[in-house]
C-alpha cells in the first residue's frame, strides 16, 4: 500500500511569511499533483511534477519533486490571505496505475 | 470549456434506500476515477473506469458499491441499501487517455450525501 505523509496538518501565520508544505514517502511515484480545495468544492489542480529534482513556479507558489520521486515540497512565499485553503498533495503511479493516493491534507490560515 | 460535472450537488437518503451519483467528464476526457472524502478524512481512491470498463476497483467496499461508464451518458456510481457511515463527499474526477508522463486528473465539485 502506497503511502503519502503530508505535514504539518494545520498551519496558522500571518500575511507576509514564509511556509513550507512536506509531502513524504517511502515509494516511488511516477508523477505528483498538488490540489488546493476550498470548502464545499472539489479540489483544484495546481500543478503537476514528473521529473525526480523538478522545480516549477507558479507566482509565489515554488513546487519541487524530490530526486527520487519519493518527496514533495510547496513552498509559498509572502503569503497572503487569500491563500488560506487546504493544500493536499496526490502521488500516482508506480504501483497504483492510475488512481492517486492523497496526503492527509494541510490546512493553511493566513491571517492579515 | 466544461468543467467535470456532478449530480447532484446534495443528495439526503434514509438509511436503507439507494443513491445514485452522476458525473460528467471534462470534454474528450475518457478515464473517470471515483474519490470519498469522509468528515476529518482525507481523499480515498475507489473507483477508475473507462468507456464501459472498470479498470481498477480496489477502493471499493465489496457490497452495496457499484460502478459504470456507459458508452454514452455520465458514470454512475450507485450505492445501495444506504447506511449512515456512507455519509460523505463523494468527487469524481477525469483525464485524457493515460500514456507516457502524467495523467492529470481534474475534479468535479463533488456530491455531498446524507443518510439519515
Known amino acids: 500500500t502506497q503511502l503519502l505523509e503530508q505535514s504539518p496538518q494545520f498551519l496558522s501565520i500571518q500575511e507576509g511569511e514564509n511556509l513550507t508544505v512536506y509531502c513524504n514517502s517511502s515509494s516511488v511515484f511516477s508523477s505528483l499533483q498538488w490540489y488546493r480545495q476550498e470548502p464545499g468544492e472539489g479540489p483544484v489542480l495546481l500543478v503537476t511534477?514528473?521529473?525526480?529534482?523538478e522545480v516549477k513556479k507558479l507566482k509565489r507558489l515554488t513546487f519541487q519533486f524530490g530526486d527520487a520521486r519519493k518527496d514533495s515540497s510547496l513552498h509559498i512565499t509572502a503569503a497572503q490571505p487569500g491563500d488560506t485553503g487546504l493544500y493536499l498533495c496526490a502521488g500516482e503511479g508506480g504501483t497504483s496505475y492510475g488512481k492517486l493516493t492523497f496526503g492527509q491534507g494541510t490546512i493553511l490560515t493566513v491571517h492579515p | 470549456n466544461a468543467g467535470v460535472m456532478q449530480n447532484p450537488r446534495h443528495l439526503v437518503r434514509r438509511r436503507g434506500q439507494e443513491a445514485r451519483l452522476r458525473c460528467s467528464p471534462m470534454k474528450g476526457h475518457s478515464h473517470v476515477y471515483w474519490y470519498r472524502q469522509l468528515p476529518e478524512e482525507g481523499l480515498k481512491f475507489m473507483v477508475y473506469?473507462?468507456?464501459?470498463?472498470?479498470?481498477?476497483e480496489s477502493g471499493m467496499p465489496k457490497e452495496r458499491f457499484s460502478a459504470e461508464f456507459p458508452k454514452e451518458g455520465p458514470s454512475i456510481l450507485r450505492i445501495q441499501q444506504v447506511v449512515r457511515g456512507d455519509s460523505a463527499a463523494y468527487f469524481c474526477?477525469?483525464?485524457?487517455?493515460?500514456?507516457?508522463?502524467?495523467?492529470?486528473?481534474?475534479f468535479g465539485p463533488g456530491t455531498r450525501l446524507t443518510v439519515t
Open positions: 511534477v514528473v521529473t525526480g529534482g
Open positions: 474526477a477525469s483525464s485524457l487517455l493515460p500514456g507516457q508522463g502524467a495523467r492529470e486528473q481534474y
Open positions: 473506469l473507462q468507456k464501459e470498463n472498470i479498470i481498477d
